[in-house]
């Protein structure tokens, strides 16, 4: 049995939160290969590591002094090394480190440190063999990630090791500079070293009981999941639920490897598992709802339109030509609706619009901003009836002015459109009567 473990950075911010992290490993002999995140906070006003290693580069790469900076990250670690009583010594480390941020090594480099450093100081403590993600985590010219050269190259490596610690969120180009994936890219990681090692599960231990109905900065204690598929999850990560990254899925997907999100600071709870399918029945008929602010929606009349040849074809091309991809686009007979991002949308706001003018002659278009889309997402939805009329009756309870409304062909999902100033009202209220009043 091999499990690969993921510990986020608030897993891993402080001396007594490696010790919780150390006893969750060595519970279990199967926890072999561990990917750990940069520290991160330690109470909410605090900084992650990454954030400060960005902003010290950033005065490295304008020639200012950074060492007070830099003496601040230092801080973070040696007081992890000394409250641990750790015989190790990182003077060398930080020397290369500093003296690549004066060679301006680049942005990516520096963010990489922080899973690097940490990786080489867990896995001291833990006794465990350090690998650097540099030597086997591989991106192309493109940029984008390498898999093949990857998969290989991290099996080969890790072949005949027992245990390692693996650090997450970079990797190299062809040419050796580091890269790092997108923020929160150490769940990526962990999902590839597990694809790669061949693991019988991903547990990724963050600083909750597991992936919730709903995010628990907008509900008070929201339930957490026990069980949600790989596309219910997906649809929830797009749509801003942040637990795990939303690339993070693909690697142990394809190897039909099950996530379990745990939580760190309750090992015991059971938390959540990912899994391709589950005969289990989810406890309501949601499984989770998330969503996000920022769109706007562009509303195009004419009449007769659905009779219109290439109508809808031609409404897109103006979007495409002007390099902007649409989130959602719900129809009624002789209306269009397109959603995009605001700010996207915004400096092309013009050009689009006569685009639209002189490509299908609408009667009229109208736009609505500041608008916040939420995904309510259940693979239960498709059995139950009248999820969506529930929905509108949740909000209109709460006074919440719906403007659009989109369900996906596959019913496992329902996209709402809101108002933003009602945007945690509505999540609240779709919560209550979906979850509380169930219970
Ligand atoms: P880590 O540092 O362990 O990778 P993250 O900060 O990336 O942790 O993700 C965990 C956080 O995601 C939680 O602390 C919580 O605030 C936030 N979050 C947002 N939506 C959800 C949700 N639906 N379920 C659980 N956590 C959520
Ligand atoms: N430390 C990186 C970040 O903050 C990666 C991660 O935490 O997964 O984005
Ligand atoms: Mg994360």
Redesign the pocket.
Known sequence: MIKVVK?????LASAEQFRKVADIIHAEDARRYVVP?AP?KRFSADTKVTDMLYACYDLAAKGKDFSEAFAKITERYTSIIDELGLDLDMTEEFNTVKACFIGKAGRDYAASRGEYLNGIVLAKYLGYEFVDAADVIFFKDSGEFDAERTQKAVRERLTGVEKAVVPGFYGSMPNDTIKTFSR?G??ITGSIVAAAVGADIYE?????S????????IVKD?L?IHTITYKELRE?SYM??????EDAIFPVRKAGIPIN?KN?NAPLDPGTMIVESTSQKPQFTIT?I?GKKGFTVVNIEKDMMNSELGFGRRVLEVFEKNGISFEHMPSGIDTMSIVVHQTEFEPKEQEILSGLHRNVHPDSIDIETDLALIAVVGRAMKSARGTAGRIFAALAHAHINVKMIDQGSSELNIIIGVEEKDFEAAIKSIYEIFVVHQL
């Open positions: 510990f986020g950075g608030s897993s995140s991160g929160g150490s769940d990724n231990w963050t600083d909750v597991g992936f919730l109905i709903s995010d628990p900065r929201p957490p929830l801003g639920a942040g637990v795990l990254h999100i760190t989770g998330a």
